[in-house]
């Protein structure tokens, strides 16, 4: 079993930059494809960027330019940088690992969420 937790969430004003971190339970950093996905409130589900183990991303286009999604395998940290943050980004941002390229990715672990707020 592969626990996820994410940090880095809170308040920020529109225009700001977060960075989020992702740990994991156990060293899957050099398996796994991780990714990040995000909910706003009654909206679906939706993927925000993944990484393969080899270090290939991809970020969705509607966030291409401001997010940028990043991992350090020696450390088992999983990173989403975001910039030039709107209030449509409010959401809880989950990590996950699973399966995937640098086309597609399907994600089979997932953390418990840290919610981002983009408010002023």
């Known amino acids: 079993q592969v626990q996820l937790v994410e940090s880095g969430g809170g308040l920020v004003q529109p225009g700001g930059s977060l960075r989020l971190s992702c740990t994991a339970s156990?060293?899957?950093?050099?398996?796994?494809?991780m990714g990040w996905y995000r909910q706003a409130p009654e909206k679906q589900r939706e993927r925000v960027a993944h990484?393969?183990?080899?270090?290939?991303?991809k970020v969705v286009d509607s966030m291409k330019g401001r997010f940028t999604i990043s991992r350090d395998n020696a450390k088992n940290i999983l990173y989403l940088q975001m910039n030039s943050l709107k209030p449509e980004d409010t959401a809880v941002y989950y990590c996950?690992?699973?399966?995937?390229?640098?086309?597609?990715?399907?994600?089979?672990?997932w953390g418990q969420g840290t919610q981002v707020t983009v408010s002023s």
């Open positions: 996950n690992a699973g399966s995937g390229d640098s086309n597609w990715y399907v994600p089979n672990y």
């Open positions: 990484i393969t183990s080899g270090g290939k991303s």
């Open positions: 156990r060293n899957i950093f050099n398996i796994y494809t």
